[in-house]
C-alpha cells in the first residue's frame, strides 16, 4: 500500500521560511519582532507553526525581512541551503 505525504500547510511554509530568511540576515527573533512590532514569544509560534498569523502581521514580518509576501509563502523557499543553528535563537 502506498501513503502518500501531506504536504507542509501554508501557515508552517510561512513560519519555516521567515525563520530562514531571519537567520540569513543574521537577525534575532527579538529584533525582528521590534521591527514587525509583534511579540517576540508570538513571533517563535509563527516560527514554528504554531500560531494562525493574520495577514496584517505577515505583511509586517514580510516588510520588515525586506521581502515581498508572496515569496515567504512559496514552499520553493524552503529549498534553501540549511543555515547553522544559532544559540540565541
Do not use: C, W
Not at 35 to 55: H, K, M, P, Q
Request: aromatic content about 4%; hydrophobic content about 35%.
Amino acid at each position: 500500500m502506498k501513503t502518500t505525504e501531506t504536504p507542509p500547510s501554508a501557515r508552517l511554509i510561512f513560519g519555516q521560511n521567515v525563520r530562514r530568511v531571519r537567520r540569513l540576515k543574521e537577525m534575532s527573533q527579538e529584533e525582528l519582532a521590534f521591527r514587525a512590532d509583534i511579540s517576540r514569544t508570538y513571533l517563535s509560534e509563527v516560527e514554528r507553526g504554531e500560531r494562525n498569523i493574520s495577514v496584517d502581521n505577515m505583511e509586517a514580518l514580510a516588510e520588515a525581512l525586506e521581502m515581498e509576501l508572496p515569496d515567504l509563502l512559496r514552499h520553493t523557499l524552503l529549498a534553501l541551503p540549511k543555515e547553522e543553528h544559532r544559540a540565541s535563537d
